[in-house]
């Protein structure tokens, strides 16, 4: 086990992960919610196992570990983003996919609309996740399983951090298609930045803090986009109050530059984008702990 401060090292199978930081603490938490590649054993999906993971970040929390060593801890999930999403609010929860009424709150949800709710209607472009419906019974349970734990260590975390210094940054950490395609808010066939940074069109971190991020990017030559294709999601919305010194962007890497989209094979650029990333991390530690 390993522990700094108030943060350790925690696992739990299947659903969670958190590496505490390995050098003195610094204002910034990271999470990976979508690099999950474990099916759940209670998971039947209508589609292969092979089709379920299209959707995941993968390697994304691979390129982040750099965190850790920063002083940073790193959050991620270890189940597929299509089983169950934490970057949803229970609100996106999609009651066609549900065998008989469900009975919680939900509301107009354009994520919910396009198949890519809390639990996700379809696996990619037109093919259903699930061959039946799914009970009451069974949503309910991946959300406490799942859903529940992952909000409530990042929680944790965002807490712990902000007690210690007054203040805390959160790199909501994913990756992107490098084009739109059937099921995203852009139009198929987009094309898309090397580097998406959501924060809410202006509203959930400092504008100073989300420049230092683009202009370090930039001079390493990665051209950066602002809340287009994202904008940010739950996970930034719940969590930041950049008036009380809680920041949080959404950070979306383009999947070309370091892997094969069909295959998921790390790609010759790999290596380089994750000493980039790693060079962005120690920048982004030295500011948060001098403000």
Known sequence: MTMLGDITDLSIDGVLSIIAPRAPLVPLVFDSPHSGLTMPAEFKPAVSAERVRVAADTHVDDLFSSAPEIGAPLLKAHFPRSFLDVNRSLLDMDPQIVGGKWPHPVRESPTAKRGMGLMWRYAWGDEPMHATPISVA??????????????????????????????????????????????????????????????????????????????????????????????????????????????????????????????????AGYADLKQSLARLNRVLAKYASQR
């Open 138 to 267: 069974e949503a309910e349970g991946r959300i406490r399983r799942y859903w529940q734990p992952y909000h409530r260590h990042l929680a944790v975390l965002l807490n712990a951090v902000y007690a210690r210094f007054g203040r805390v940054y959160h790199i909501n950490c994913h990756s992107m298609t490098a084009v739109g395609h059937a099921i995203s808010s852009d139009l198929p066939g987009t094309v898309r930045a090397d580097i998406c940074i959501g924060d809410m069109n202006g509203t959930s971190a400092s504008a100073e803090f989300v420049a230092l991020i683009a202009e370090t990017l930039r001079a390493q030559g990665l051209n950066v986009a602002f809340n287009k294709p994202f904008r940010g999601a739950e996970l930034v919305t719940a969590y930041s109050n950049p008036a009380h010194g809680r920041h949080a962007v959404q950070f979306e890497i383009n999947r070309k530059l370091y892997m094969d989209e069909t295959t998921r094979e790390r790609t």
